[in-house]
């Protein structure tokens, strides 16, 4: 069975610092990969998704980045944290045009 | 800890048939609930959302009330549309005000509409 992975599951960071969170995706082959972010009381927004290795879309400008080093994994970076980056991100993964499965988040705080 | 339960499906429709998608959830105090939709190819992107009891959330057709009483949230749609086939996830209860709590969704409901 497929399970994805996300770490870590809480983090506190000071405005400034680089943030890397990282997702994994067992069980499945070239999934399509999507990180989402929730801000306080706010609903889910797609901040990036893959198709592929190295292939990244960008649904909103902002100061964070994703990479794909390889087919399972999921990369989501900042090299400067912003307080507006605080939220809830989520990973996700798909076979492509059906559902999506969603990992159990990191809760992101920025001081 | 907040929690919600959401017909699996799939669910497959003719066009104009009318459509209930259910959802229920458990919760501490009065959370805002929210439907999302995935549309094909596509990712997650907010349908309608309600912020209290008794409260309609309406969007592109779709309404679902938030009820206190059955704690239910469930989408409605009178005419169903071949475009309106999606996958469609019942958020759970999102923490209110400044708090991030972990939210843990359903793996949504398939909808099929064939003209």
């Known amino acids: 069975s497929q399970t994805i992975h996300q770490w870590p599951a809480t983090l506190v960071q000071p405005v400034g610092s680089p943030l890397s969170l990282e997702c994994t995706v067992e069980g499945t082959s070239n999934p399509n990969l999507y990180w989402y972010r929730q801000a306080a009381g706010r609903g889910l927004q797609l901040l990036f998704y893959s198709v592929g290795i190295g292939q990244i879309s960008s649904e909103v400008p902002q100061n964070l980045s994703a990479s794909r080093p390889q087919d399972r994994q999921f990369i989501l970076s900042s090299k400067k944290l912003l307080l507006s980056d605080s939220g809830f991100y989520l990973c996700a993964w798909s076979v492509p045009l059906t559902k999506q499965f969603f990992g159990p988040g990191t809760r992101l705080t920025v001081l | 800890g907040d929690s919600v339960t959401q017909m699996e499906g799939p669910v497959t429709l003719s066009e104009e048939a009318f459509l209930t998608i259910n959802c229920t959830y458990t919760a501490t105090g009065y959370p805002s609930l929210f439907w999302y939709v995935q549309y094909p190819g596509e990712g997650l992107q907010l349908l309608l959302k309600?912020?209290?009891?008794?409260d309609k959330g309406s969007n592109k057709g779709f309404e679902a009330t938030y009820r206190k009483e059955t704690t239910s949230f469930h989408l409605e749609k009178g005419s169903v549309q071949v475009s309106d086939s999606a996958v469609y996830f019942c958020?759970?209860?999102?923490?209110?005000?400044?708090?991030?709590?972990?939210?843990?969704f359903g793996q949504g409901t398939i909808l099929t509409v064939h003209p």
């Open positions: 958020a759970p209860p999102a923490a209110g005000g400044t708090s991030y709590g972990k939210l843990t």
């Open positions: 309600a912020t209290k009891a008794d």
